[in-house]
């Protein structure tokens, strides 16, 4: 098992065991040298571990749309 930082036991909801698989393969990416859109991707992800997800998909989900609807 890996060990979770005390900043994101405190900052995620894991209550569920996939909680944590999520979050065990969001820091393996981390320690790899990711293209900015991949860790654009990877903060998004970290962002569906929060209570309060939606606001965060939301705004990822405008700047799609105001990227292709230009």
């Known amino acids: 098992m890996f060990k ?4 994101d036991k405190k900052r995620y909801v ?3 065991k996939e909680d944590y698989i999520i979050l ?5 990416l981390e320690k790899s040298k990711l293209s900015s859109e991949d860790k654009e991707l ?5 962002t ?3 209570r309060g997800w ?6 990822f989900l405008d ?7 230009a």
């Open 4 to 7: 979770v930082t005390q900043k």
């Open 14 to 16: 894991l209550t569920e």
């Open 24 to 28: 065990e393969k969001i820091y393996e």
């Open 42 to 46: 990877v903060t998004l992800i970290r």
């Open 48 to 50: 569906q571990l929060e």
């Open 54 to 59: 939606r606001t965060p998909l939301v705004t």
């Open 63 to 69: 700047k799609l749309l105001k990227k292709y609807s």
